[in-house]
């Protein structure tokens, strides 16, 4: 798939003869790409090429006809290899002639066009070839920029490499130094060799399960000399791979020795970078207050009257600090006038107080009384309540009674008839 905004970075060299072909492609290539220089002939393209190098212009690719005048193609692109041997070349030609296939292919040519040019074809082609030529570019940087950090590491670190299984083929002299061993001693052996005993199993288990899984293990390590001491080592070992970055081929560690004058010199180097650190935050402070002086000391004038306004600062203050004090001794004096009121307030509160406590004190006798004296007549009325239901069951009686009187008389009349 096309990537618009990628082809719109690329500068080419465009070298053809023909007017009408070249006008045409010209055109497409100026709406695709970032800048296209043209070329007439071979030794037109070879002379733009070798002025642009040698200002140090880079191309991303070039696009030539073989059959030209002057110089044709081939030739052209011979010289060119001379000066760069690996930008990206693509060749078209109006004929399928084999026998610049075995030159092509010398020269390391990306792509070979028949005309009439496929355009679709041609511009992916010159997307696939600078893509391929642009991550070889970033490949090698990155590995100059790794070689070099190694090679300040060798000099500070101890470093050593091995393969897959452990076998050390390289270690740098301060390897040896620090071990005691020499390098053909080294070289060939197993890791192990360096290994002391006090150090657990599991461990290494770790060490080596994260190798494996590609990823860097990080640790303290106590490793043993030839002689029999031993040292601490604080190490970085990490897998190593291939050029195009897909498989690990082996491993390096890097390490950095531990003793009590490295720590020593590592913490007496961090206070001396704190307190340079401290030092410049204090002196950017004192600077600061310094130019907030010198601002208001301008706009003051003269040191004198700054003095002198002062003075009648002071002046002024201490009348009104005297006034003050005059205001202070009366605000005492109201407040103990207060105070002297409101004692004679209190006796007055606590009098009525006493006296509420009497009257209580009564009110409560009389709340007894009143009690015993409802509790009596509850009494009374109870002992009413009964004599009320027992005449109201005489009175009953006396109804019954008279009825029976009624009905004896009403007998005797009968039998008196």
């Not at 045409?24 to 290539?29: S, T």
């Not at 006809?65 to 060749?91: A, Q, S, V």
């Not at 620090?178 to 770790?206: A, C, W």
């Amino acid at each position: 798939m096309l990537d618009k905004n990628f082809l719109n970075k690329i500068t080419i060299l465009y070298v053809e003869d023909e007017e009408q072909i070249r006008t045409k492609m010209l055109f497409i290539f100026n709406k695709l790409f970032k800048k296209v220089i043209v070329a007439v002939n071979g030794q037109d393209g070879f002379d733009k090429f070798r002025l642009f190098h040698q200002k140090g212009v880079e191309f991303d690719v070039i696009i030539s006809d073989i059959n030209m005048p002057d110089m044709d193609g081939i030739e052209m692109l011979k010289n060119i290899r001379t000066l760069d041997k690996e930008i990206p070349i693509i060749l078209t030609t109006a004929h399928s002639d084999a026998r610049y296939f075995l030159d092509a292919i010398k020269l390391q040519v990306h792509h070979y066009a028949i005309k009439p040019i496929d355009m679709r074809e041609l511009t992916a082609s010159i997307q696939d070839a600078t893509l391929k030529h642009l991550n070889n570019r970033i490949i090698k940087t990155t590995q100059l920029e790794n070689q070099r950090y190694l090679d300040i590491i060798n000099q500070v670190a101890i470093v050593s490499k091995t393969d897959l299984n452990g076998n050390i083929t390289f270690v740098n002299d301060i390897f040896c130094e620090v071990s005691g061993y020499e390098k053909d001693e080294l070289i060939g052996s197993n890791q192990r060799i360096v290994r002391h005993s006090d150090m657990p199993t599991i461990l290494f288990d770790d060490l080596w399960n994260t190798l494996r899984a590609e990823k860097v293990w990080k640790g303290k390590i106590k490793n043993k000399k030839k002689c029999g001491d031993f040292y601490f080592v604080n190490s970085h070992i990490f897998p190593v791979f291939d050029k195009i970055g897909e498989e690990v081929i082996e491993y390096m560690a890097v390490r950095f020795l531990i003793t009590e004058e490295e720590k020593e010199k590592r913490n007496f180097k961090q206070k001396v970078i704190k307190n340079i650190k401290d030092g410049k935050v204090s002196q950017q402070d004192l600077k600061k207050k310094i130019k907030e002086l010198e601002f208001q000391l301008s706009l003051s004038g003269d040191i004198k009257i700054v003095f002198e306004t002062l003075e009648s600062e002071k002046r002024r203050s201490s009348k009104l600090l005297v006034q003050v004090k005059h205001y202070e001794e009366l605000i005492k004096q109201k407040v103990e006038d207060e105070k002297e009121h409101r004692k004679e307030d209190w006796h007055k509160i606590d009098s009525l107080n006493q006296e509420n406590k009497e009257l209580l004190s009564k009110v409560n006798g009389s709340s007894s009384v009143i009690a015993k004296f409802k509790e009596e007549i509850i009494e009374q009325s109870n002992i009413i309540n009964n004599i009320n239901k027992e005449n109201k069951e005489y009175q009953k009686r006396i109804l019954e009674l008279e009825d029976v009187i009624k009905f004896r008389e009403t007998e005797i009349e009968v039998l008196k008839k």
